[in-house]
């Protein structure tokens, strides 16, 4: 069956812009995740998704980040006026329960801010 | 969250056992241990999850001491394919800590 599903793969934004990073979850799935993973690094959690409740953004690292979910499927990742250090992988991940459920995830979208 | 310290990198040869150890000497009653691998330009993969004892499934076997302190990941005869990157997360909600982890090299 398919995957989580994230788009684009690969986004190039000049400092100032607003992008936006989609995410398709496994259908059925109850809880999606998204993660910001600097080079080098392990993933940080940014916020977490019921259904369409968004339970958990204590990660996300600035106001210019929002995330929705609003018909708790297709998820998406929103950033504003970039700036050069939100330069990072983005994962989307979904689970289907909550707590400590297997966390299946999709291949990223790598963001450079230029 | 139970903080979790696992070595930087490991090397090993095609066909040999590793075990990649991580403590965790603040875990919680009701914490699980999990472990994920990551390939580059890949999102993380689950390998395995317990609680206590052993835990072997067809990849992998997890090991958990008494105490639960620690836990260690084996991978037997490990092939070119298992370099990647093994985090070692613990924890008893969605809310992974996923630290640096542990660089496994596989050297022909």
């Known amino acids: 069956g398919a995957g989580v599903s994230q788009s684009p793969r690969y986004k190039v934004a000049k400092r100032g812009q607003d992008v936006a990073l989609r995410c398709d979850p496994i259908?059925?799935?109850?809880?999606l995740f998204w993660y910001q993973q600097a080079l080098g690094q392990g993933p940080e959690f940014l916020t977490y998704?019921?259904?369409?409740?968004?339970?958990?953004k204590s990660g996300l690292p600035s106001d210019r980040f929002f995330a929705e979910r609003p018909e708790g499927s297709v998820s998406t990742l929103k950033i504003q006026r970039t700036q050069q250090e939100d330069s990072a992988v983005y994962l989307c991940?979904?689970?289907?329960?909550?707590?400590?459920?297997?966390?299946?995830f999709g291949p990223g979208t790598r963001l450079t801010v230029t | 969250l139970a903080k979790t310290t696992q070595p930087i990198s490991m090397d090993s040869y095609e066909g040999q056992e590793v075990n990649i150890t991580c403590s965790h000497n603040?875990?919680?009653?009701?914490?699980?241990i999990t472990w994920y691998q990551q390939f580059p330009s890949q999102g993380p993969r689950f390998i395995i999850q317990?609680?206590?004892t052993k835990v072997t499934n067809e990849v992998a076997s997890l090991f958990i001491p008494a105490d639960r302190k620690s836990s260690t990941l084996s991978l037997p005869r490990v092939s070119l394919s298992d370099t990647a990157v093994y985090y070692c997360?613990?924890?008893?909600?969605?809310?992974?800590?996923f630290g640096t982890g542990t660089r496994l090299k596989v050297l022909a």
């Open positions: 991940a979904s689970s289907l329960g909550q707590g400590t459920y297997e966390q299946y």
């Open positions: 259908s059925g799935h109850v809880s």
């Open positions: 998704f019921q259904n369409e409740a968004q339970l958990d």
């Open positions: 603040n875990i919680a009653t009701n914490d699980y």
């Open positions: 317990g609680y206590k």
């Open positions: 997360l613990v924890g008893d909600t969605y809310k992974y800590i």
